[in-house]
């Protein structure tokens, strides 16, 4: 069974950082991109940065130079540090996994696996 949960959201003021962690487990077999993404009110859930199976990192340009994801495999955890935080940054924030052949997508019908979410809040 594939869990992922999510942590280390919270209130920060613009400028300011924070390191969101995913924790996943039951991921054992095959190979994985990892991803985060976001959705804030009233919008759609975006992806913001992947990880794939060579941990090449991809980033959406809003937080490209500001964001980096990255992880743990011997830990079996996902990472995103965020930098530079502004206002148009709140949002709920999630982890994903899916399995992969090779190719990761930015597309989210394509992950399987979803954590519950952490909410991120900037004041500016």
């Known amino acids: 069974q594939v869990q992922l949960v999510e942590s280390g959201g919270g209130s920060v003021q613009t400028g300011g950082s924070l390191r969101l962690s995913c924790a996943a487990s039951g991921l054992m077999y095959g190979r994985y991109c990892m991803a985060w993404f976001r959705q804030a009110p009233g919008k759609e859930r975006e992806g913001i940065a992947i990880i794939d199976t060579e941990d090449l990192t991809y980033y959406t340009n809003s937080v490209k130079g500001r964001f980096s994801i990255s992880k743990d495999n011997a830990k079996d955890t996902l990472f995103l540090q965020m930098n530079s935080l502004k206002p148009e940054d709140t949002a709920m924030y999630y982890c994903?996994?899916?399995?992969?052949?090779?190719?990761?997508?930015?597309?989210?019908?394509?992950?399987?696996?979803w954590g519950q979410g952490t909410q991120v809040t900037v004041a500016s």
């Open positions: 994903a996994a899916a399995r992969t052949t090779r190719l990761c997508y930015w597309d989210r019908q394509k992950y399987g696996y």
